[in-house]
Every structure is written in C-alpha cells, then in structure tokens.
Nanobody, 126 residues
Framework: QARLVESGGGLVQAGGSLTLSCVAS????????MGWFRQAPGKEREFVAC????????SYADSVQGRFTISRDHANNAVNLQMNNLKPEDTAIYYC???????????????????WGQGTQVTVSS
C-alpha cells in the first residue's frame, strides 16, 4: 500500500531554516506532481508548493515565494521542502501529498491530491 511519510519538522526561531522531507513507499511517485500543504490551528489547509515530476515546473504560494524551495529526489523517491527565513506565521502542520496528475503542469487545488502523509509540525517562535 502506498504511503507518504514526512519528517524534518521542529521548533525554530524566526529567521531560521528547516528542511522537510517526504518519502514515498509502496509505489513510485516519479511521474506525479507532488505538493506540500500546511494547516495552522483554526485555519483551513492551504497550498504551499508543488513540483512536477522532474522539477522543471514549480509553483509557490505568495506567502512563501522566495523563502521556500521544493525539490525532487528520485533516487530516494522523495520530495523535499527547504524553508528559509521562517516567520511565526509559518507555524503549522505541514503535509506532503501526491497529485492525481502528472506531466508538466503544476496543481494547487487540494482536490487534485489523492494521497496524503500524516504531517509534521513546524513551530516558529518570535
């Protein structure tokens, strides 16, 4: 059975950095668009970033553009999220997800994603 497992979350001071990793098991995700989403307490889950299968097409939420970088690691069937210059408003549970679609297009809509990890907590202190 396919699974996504996130890691790398933690507590960091504002201005710091974290790298999240999402490893897929049970099946290859190489051809699919992969995304990161987050959900803060009391808020809806929101799009953060996504990448197509080869990393040639990426998309970022305006709130993280220029600070976060999504990348693929096909050797390890993984997708990573490098987060720099973190802000307290980045505090949330971060989820990795597999998109139904594949190819060159990126997708931001939650409904396009059909497999989710359990999430990893990121807390940024001021």
């Amino acid at each position: 059975q396919a699974r996504l497992v996130e890691s790398g979350g933690g507590l960091v001071q504002a201005g710091g950095s974290l790298t999240l990793s999402c490893v897929a098991s049970g099946r290859t995700m190489h051809v699919h668009t992969m995304g990161w989403f987050r959900q803060a307490p009391g808020k809806e889950r929101e799009f953060v970033a996504c990448t197509n299968w080869n990393g040639a097409s990426t998309s970022y939420a305006d709130s993280v553009q220029g600070r976060f970088t999504i990348s693929r690691d096909h050797a390890n069937n993984a997708v990573n999220l490098q987060m720099n210059n973190l802000k307290p408003e980045d505090t949330a549970i971060y989820y990795c997800a597999k998109c139904r679609q594949y190819g060159t297009t990126t997708y931001r809509a939650i409904g396009e994603y059909d497999l989710w990890g359990q999430g990893t907590q990121v807390t940024v202190s001021s």
